[in-house]
């Protein structure tokens, strides 16, 4: 019976078209248009002020977008008069009021959303905070302040959840349990969005990936074809005959790169390929050792040419 | 039409609950109370004011106990009532209203900037998206609470000094003016609130809301005075401690309210509308503005 049941009846699409987000003279968000689908957990990535933050912000109507639009479910989220039932969020764990008890915290949200108040229980304990209830936010670790906002994103059991860099400060038994909560609230099929600077984070969380760089959209797609872009090949070649050797695999087509450690790594040409050109020229070779990128050296590869705050970049 | 086959999370089986304002209210109520400096404020608040106010009427009762009552051997005593004590000025003394004024200010400006500054606000409308309605809430909660707490000091500080002077002409509250004094002085708070609560929206800083509030409350009346110009005078005139001023002042004591008076409809018509000016206020500025 459609328009009738609880929005959980199916996983509502996130649809950004156009997306732009201005500061001043400062481009956070670049016309960035994209999709995020129920019953996968789809992960946002992009190097620090990529613009990650920005983007969420407007998906839930904080923050006004200076052009395009996002909705949820077909519809901006900030039209909506009560959000808690419809998309469950963590943007900042420290979004919240130290001097509250974490049970107050809960309790206010789940009051203004006409939620009932068995509820803050039965999150509290879901994220392993039950013992803590009572106590003020204020002295709460960050790691315990992620337990808590993921609790109030859950409060409402909606069918659409963002999470933004949700691993921080968490150890490695919360990591776990956080991708396992992922997985399970994607094979419920819901809605899940989880924004991250690292790879390696969403390596082993995501389905799907949104790469963005500078605000604009670098790749969309799912993890298997984003790791299928590292399947290029680098070459590490050692030989004494290096200027003979570059000058041939250039010729070739290949880029060639001396390392800081004396070997030379070769891309745009297959190990086979090399050995074969250095054995009909009489080039000695040390080393031939082809090297997959990892999904890791992709991203970096991806989003280097648009980082925002490169470590000693002059300017 | 498709039939429905997505696979339902089910955690919670209840239908979306209708959005309603008393959510809202409770959501506040809870937030307010949470807080121990709301406590705090409001205890030592209405004990500062109601002590210093019972102190001005011990104080009086005691210099008047001991001084030579008036009689027609001391003509350079003038039986005049603008020369004799007013029992109603020990309930309503200025500087200890005045104090009350910032410190329900505060509460009011508290209950938003304390959102803003801690980042609470983002959860806050990320959780309610009617920014209006929730400001709307928050003004509601934190009006009753002051309009509670300010009958409770208005009506104790009336009441315990007026009983203290009960041998100096204390009043009841049907005596002329004593009421409409009461009633002025209780309302004050929730006003203050208000105002407060407004300028905590617009200008979201700790600081930055107290000073505004210091001297919009309290500066501003005492800087427009003079009968010189009369326009000064009548920016004054429409602060709300000129409003209650009048509004506390004995009608029968009222002798020189100077060149350009305020009107006790016009006292009451400044506290409508300040009321009215901080809730449109606080309604726009929260409306479209990043959090």
């Known amino acids: ?315 | 039409m498709t039939p429905e086959l997505d696979e339902a999370p089910a955690r919670l089986q209840a239908r979306v609950p209708v959005a309603r304002f008393r959510h809202l209210l409770a959501a506040e109520w809870i937030k307010l109370w949470s807080l121990r400096s709301t406590y705090w404020v409001l205890g030592v608040g209405a004990l500062t004011v109601i002590g210093i106010n019972v102190n001005s009427a011990v104080s009086n009762a005691d210099r008047l106990a001991h001084q030579t009552p008036w009689s027609p051997d001391r003509p350079d005593f003038p039986d005049r009532s603008e020369f004799s004590f007013d029992p109603l000025t020990t309930a309503f003394v200025d500087p200890a209203w005045q104090m009350f004024m910032i410190i329900t200010a505060a509460v009011g400006a508290i209950a938003v900037f304390g959102e803003y500054s801690s980042g609470l606000i983002r959860t806050t409308f990320a959780a309610v998206p009617d920014r209006q309605a929730v400001i709307a809430a928050k003004m509601t909660v934190v009006s009753a609470v002051m309009a509670a707490l300010g009958m409770l000091v208005s009506g104790t500080s009336f009441a315990v000094t007026q009983m203290l002077l009960r041998d100096h002409g204390g009043l009841s509250l049907g005596d002329p003016g004593a009421l409409r004094a009461v009633a002025a002085a209780a309302l004050l708070a929730p006003l203050c609130a208000l105002v407060g609560t407004a300028v905590g929206a617009v200008v979201r800083h700790a600081a930055g809301s107290v000073v505004t509030i210091v001297a919009l409350l309290l500066l501003v009346p005492v800087l427009f005075q003079g009968e010189r110009f009369r326009w000064v005078k009548e920016i004054g005139n429409a602060m709300p401690l000129s409003a209650w001023e009048r509004l506390v002042t004995n009608p029968e004591r009222a002798h020189d309210l100077g060149k350009y008076p305020l009107t006790v409809t016009e006292a009451w018509i400044v506290y409508g509308a300040w009321a009215g000016v901080a809730v449109t206020v606080a309604a726009l500025v929260v409306r479209r503005r990043d959090v």
Not at chain 1, 281 to 309: I, N
């Open chain 1, 1 to 315: 019976m459609p328009g009738r049941g609880p929005p959980r009846q199916r996983g509502r699409v996130i649809e950004a078209t156009e997306l732009t987000k201005r500061y001043g003279r400062t481009t956070a968000v670049d016309r960035l248009s994209f999709t995020v689908r129920p019953g996968v957990v789809t992960g946002f990535l992009g190097p620090n002020g990529a613009g990650k933050t920005s983007t969420l912000r407007m998906v839930l109507g904080l923050n006004q977008p200076s052009g395009g639009t996002v909705t949820v479910d077909g519809q901006p989220f900030g039209d909506r008069p009560r959000g808690l039932r419809h998309v469950g969020s963590l943007l900042d764990a420290h979004d919240v009021h130290g001097g509250c008890t974490a049970r107050a915290h809960l309790r206010a949200l789940a009051a203004g959303n006409g939620l009932p108040l068995r509820r803050v229980a039965e999150v509290l304990a879901e994220v392993g905070m039950a013992d803590a209830a009572g106590r003020r936010i204020g002295g709460f670790s960050l790691g315990m302040k992620q337990r808590l906002g993921i609790a109030a994103a859950l409060l409402g059991d909606p069918p659409v959840l963002l999470f933004d860099e949700p691993l921080n400060g968490l150890d490695p038994e919360g990591v776990r349990w956080l991708r396992n909560l992922f997985r399970q609230l994607a094979d419920e099929g819901r809605t899940v969005l989880v924004s991250s600077h690292l790879m390696g984070e969403m390596q082993q969380t995501a389905d799907e990936l949104i790469v963005i760089g500078r605000g604009r959209l670098i790749a969309a797609e799912s993890l298997r074809e984003f790791a299928a872009r590292g399947t290029q090949l680098r070459v590490s070649v050692r030989t004494p005959d290096a200027e003979i050797l570059s000058g041939l695999l250039e010729g070739a087509g290949a880029t060639v790169r001396l390392e800081l450690d004396g070997a030379y790594t070769v891309t745009g040409l297959p190990a086979d390929r090399i050995g074969e050109l250095a054995f009909a020229h009489g080039v000695r070779l040390h080393e031939l050792s082809p090297h997959a990128a990892s999904l890791e050296e992709s991203f970096m590869e991806l989003t280097t040419q648009s980082v925002e705050y490169a470590a000693g970049a002059a300017r």
